[in-house]
């Protein structure tokens, strides 16, 4: 079992990147994914989350209307797209599938948004 993000980086106030959450191993298209971030001294939150077919998802409220999660079950990959990013988003962002009562985690990817 095996999820992988990439995408992450440093990017000026009020820019976008999108991160990417590659998953091998499991069955993927019946996991819900989430994304969580956590920051320097601060406990890890849920950004957003995707049903297992897409049809559901929901948001923090810190990041509605900026951030977009999705998901293509061909490919086995989650993304999240973020834009109008803002220093407070700097963090560590995690990928998360879900099942019942089985869960798997990436091992993260950093996003610093500083000017």
């Given at each position: 079992v095996q999820l992988v993000e990439s995408g992450g980086g440093l990017v000026q106030p009020g820019g976008s990147l999108r991160l990417s959450c590659a998953a091998s191993g499991f069955t993927f298209n019946i996991?819900?994914?989430?994304?969580?971030?956590?920051?320097?001294?601060?406990?890890?939150?849920?950004?957003?989350?995707?049903?297992?077919?897409?049809?559901?998802?929901d948001y923090a409220d810190s990041v509605k209307g900026r951030f977009t999660i999705s998901r293509d079950n061909a490919?086995?990959?989650?993304?999240?797209?973020?834009?109008?990013?803002?220093?407070?988003?700097?963090?560590v962002y995690y990928c998360k599938a879900y099942h019942l009562s089985s869960s798997h985690w990436g091992q993260g990817t950093q996003v610093t948004v500083s000017s």
């Open positions: 996991y819900g994914m989430s994304w969580y971030r956590q920051a320097p001294g601060n406990k890890r939150e849920l950004v957003a989350s995707i049903a297992s077919n897409g049809a559901y998802t490919k086995e990959m989650a993304y999240l797209e973020m834009i109008s990013l803002k220093p407070e988003d700097t963090a």
